[in-house]
């Protein structure tokens, strides 16, 4: 079997209109994590894409821990969690943040990472880049080097992977 192609990837994500509210084209990526051929080949892009050693991979809530696990296997990173707030046992930093459709706050553990540590972050989706950009300032706060991030899927239209660029960000994604 052959490693599906661009356009083959693509077609596994469907887009479901008017989710969660009216107007908001849902990007669904359930269909791509059915699918095993298209799930490894996303992992083997996103970790070919990495550029640089990583101590750990950040991953927002909820579907970038998925992504953010996948891709700490072969790069020999740890796994920080980044939750919506209260879900976290220990004592937490946190961040607000205005969302495409609505308003929250992020937050990880204090002592989860070592200040100068390298941590890749990692989420299915950018859109307004409110949530990136919340988390790159929480890692920032804890002492953490972001230089990178990787998403499965950019709205380039929201302008969020250009905002994280101008916070001193390398923002890629697979599909725009
Ligand atoms: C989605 C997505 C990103 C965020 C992107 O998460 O997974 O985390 O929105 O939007 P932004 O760039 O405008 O901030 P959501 O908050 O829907 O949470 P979930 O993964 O738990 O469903
Ligand atoms: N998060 C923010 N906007 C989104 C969208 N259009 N599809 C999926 N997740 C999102």
Same mark, same amino acid.
């Given at each position: 079997t052959h490693a599906p192609m661009n356009d083959d990837l693509k077609a596994l994500i469907r887009t479901i209109p008017d989710?969660?509210? !009216?107007g908001i084209q849902f990007r669904d990526i359930t269909t791509l994590l059915l699918d095993p051929a298209g799930l490894a080949a996303t992992i083997d892009r996103m970790v070919a894409a990495t550029t640089g050693p990583v101590d750990l991979i950040a991953g927002i809530e909820a579907r970038g821990f998925l992504f953010a696990a996948a891709l700490a296997v072969p790069l020999k990173a740890g796994v920080l969690l980044i939750r919506k707030?209260?879900?976290? !046992?220990g004592a937490t930093i946190a961040e607000d943040y205005a969302l495409e459709y609505g308003q929250d706050r992020i937050a990880m553990h204090e002592d989860a990472l070592v200040p100068g540590q390298r941590v890749l972050l990692v989420d299915d989706l950018i859109a307004t880049g409110g949530t990136a950009r919340a988390a790159v300032r929480l890692l920032r706060k804890a002492g953490a080097i972001v230089e990178q991030a990787q998403f499965v899927?950019?709205?380039p239209d929201l302008g969020g992977a250009d905002a994280l660029r101008a916070d001193g960000v390398q923002a890629d994604a697979l599909f725009a």
């Open positions: 989710f969660p509210k !009216p707030d209260g879900k976290l !046992p899927i950019d709205l």
